[in-house]
């Protein structure tokens, strides 16, 4: 199993998002998923690490929004393109509620950890970007779900999150919680800690350990 890409698949792909080149991205992907490589791993060191740098060219005003917008369609659009070769003919009837704090717009990154769920047999139920934590509520006591993934990449959305725990808490209080995004690359370690089964996983590759030897 080829777990390390050679990095001309990364440039080439990262060179194909910011020509906006859709079909060229979906090609650089579909290749290597021919040749057997694991889609987290793509997931992980082609798309998530290009969209990383593009948010960083955009930040320091070397692309415009207009691009780096463009680029996240596309990715998106591949993950979509990508669930047949992803979702698992083996179900094991557990479930998964995915989404983003309330305010957060980013949910490409919390929708690869959905897919990921489901190359483990999970069925997952992806709420997207911007989830109102009582719409969250309501639609779990619906659903009953056996764990809830939550993302955040705005450091400043922390207040948001940890009402959402608080919530989450009041009416589920030992179904487990993990957390991710590049928020926490600024802090807020200190907020998860404060909750019992909250587990903050950094990566997809950490996520896949975890639903295989804690869930």
Known sequence: MMDNIPN????????ALLDGNRKRCSQIISEQVKL???????YEQVMKT?????GELWEFNKISVATEHLASAIVEAIL???YSEIASKQKNKKKI???CVENEFHQIGVKMVADVFEANGWNSY?????TPTDELISFSKTMRPDVFAVSMSLYFHLPQLELMFQKIRAEFPEIPILVGGQAFSRGGMGVIEKY???WYLKDLYSI??????KL
């Open 8 to 15: 001309v698949v990364y440039s080439n792909f990262l060179s």
């Open 36 to 42: 057997g490589v694991p889609v987290k791993y793509l």
């Open 50 to 54: 290009a969209l990383y740098k593009i």
């Open 80 to 82: 979509n393109e990508l």
């Open 97 to 99: 509620i995915v989404a």
């Open 126 to 130: 992806f709420l997207g970007a911007n």
């Open 196 to 198: 019992v089964n909250v």
């Open 208 to 213: 896949d350990t975890h639903i295989k030897t």
